[in-house]
Every structure is written in structure tokens, then in C-alpha cells.
């Protein structure tokens, strides 16, 4: 019996340490969210699409989540690049878009390494797109 709990002990142990170890320790998209994004996307400053309001989310939706992920991490008009957050990691952003999204009627997940590289795709031709037309969002 005394060797059952033990075993279970380092059955829920082990797993959580080796983890702990091995991944890096990326925020989850709320914990980004309300660091940084609540700010401005809780009350919807300055036009940022509030978080809650599913109209404004559904042509997002639309849009798509690798490129409207990637044009708030570019930055557009009074959205700072980054959410002004230059410690974030691209995963980190994403996950906080999809927890805004998720928040406001959409079904966006927090981004595997596929999504990943769509985003990167969508951030290169953003900024070529800047490049030749700034002043158009
Ligand atoms: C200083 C205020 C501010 C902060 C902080 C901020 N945003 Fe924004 N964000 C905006 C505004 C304003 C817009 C709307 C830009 C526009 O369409 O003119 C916006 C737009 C966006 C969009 C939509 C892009 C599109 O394609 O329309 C995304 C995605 C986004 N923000 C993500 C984030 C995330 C994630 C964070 C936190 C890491 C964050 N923002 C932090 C102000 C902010």
C-alpha cells in the first residue's frame, strides 16, 4: 500500500518537473492579455477591437487569424508593434489574440508551428506592403 502512494506521488511528480525543465516558459494568452492587451482592447481605445464584441471579432474572423495576428504584431496606426511589449514572443501575441478572439465569439486557438509560420508568412509581406505604402493600413 505504502508503495502505491509512492509510486503515485512520483506518477504526478516527475511528469511536472521534467516539464518545468525542458519547455520554456511561455505566457498563456490571458496572462499576456491582461499584462499588456486589456489596456487598450478592455475598454476598445482608440478604436482597438474590444474584447467581448462579437461584430467587430466576426470580420476579424473573417480576415483570418494568421494575418490579423500578424498585422497587430506589426503594429497598425495607434496599435503599437508588439502591443508595445518587445519582450513578447511571436507564440506569446498569438496566444493572446486567440484568448481575445476566443473571448469575442471566435473558436481561434493558441497557434501550433503551422499557424506559426503562416503568421511569420503574413508579417514579411505586411511589412513589404508598409514599405510600398505607408500611410495605407
Ligand atoms: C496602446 C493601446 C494598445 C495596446 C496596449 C494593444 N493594442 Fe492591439 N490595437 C490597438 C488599437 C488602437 C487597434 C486598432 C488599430 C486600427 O485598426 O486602427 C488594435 C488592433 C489590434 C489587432 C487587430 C489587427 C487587425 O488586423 O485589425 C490585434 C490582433 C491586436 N490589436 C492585438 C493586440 C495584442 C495581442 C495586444 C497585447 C499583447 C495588444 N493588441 C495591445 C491598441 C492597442
Not at 27 to 41: D, F, I, L
Not at 56 to 67: I, R, Y
Amino acid at each position: 500500500m505504502k508503495q502505491f502512494f509512492v509510486t503515485l506521488l512520483w506518477c504526478s511528480v516527475l511528469p511536472a518537473a521534467v516539464h518545468a525543465q525542458t519547455a520554456p516558459a511561455l505566457k498563456s494568452g490571458e496572462q499576456v492579455y491582461r499584462e499588456t492587451c486589456m489596456a487598450c482592447h478592455g475598454p476598445g481605445l482608440a478604436n482597438a477591437p474590444r474584447v467581448g464584441d462579437k461584430k467587430v471579432w466576426a470580420k476579424l474572423n473573417a480576415e483570418g487569424q494568421a494575418m490579423v495576428t500578424a498585422h497587430g504584431w506589426v503594429g497598425m496606426r495607434a496599435m503599437p508593434p508588439k502591443g508595445g511589449r518587445k519582450d513578447l514572443s511571436l507564440e506569446e501575441f498569438a496566444r493572446a489574440v486567440a484568448w481575445m478572439a476566443r473571448g469575442s465569439g471566435g473558436n481561434w486557438q493558441d497557434p501550433d508551428a503551422r499557424m506559426l509560420e503562416r503568421i511569420r508568412g503574413e508579417e514579411v509581406k505586411r511589412i513589404e506592403q508598409l514599405k510600398k505604402a505607408p500611410a495605407k493600413g
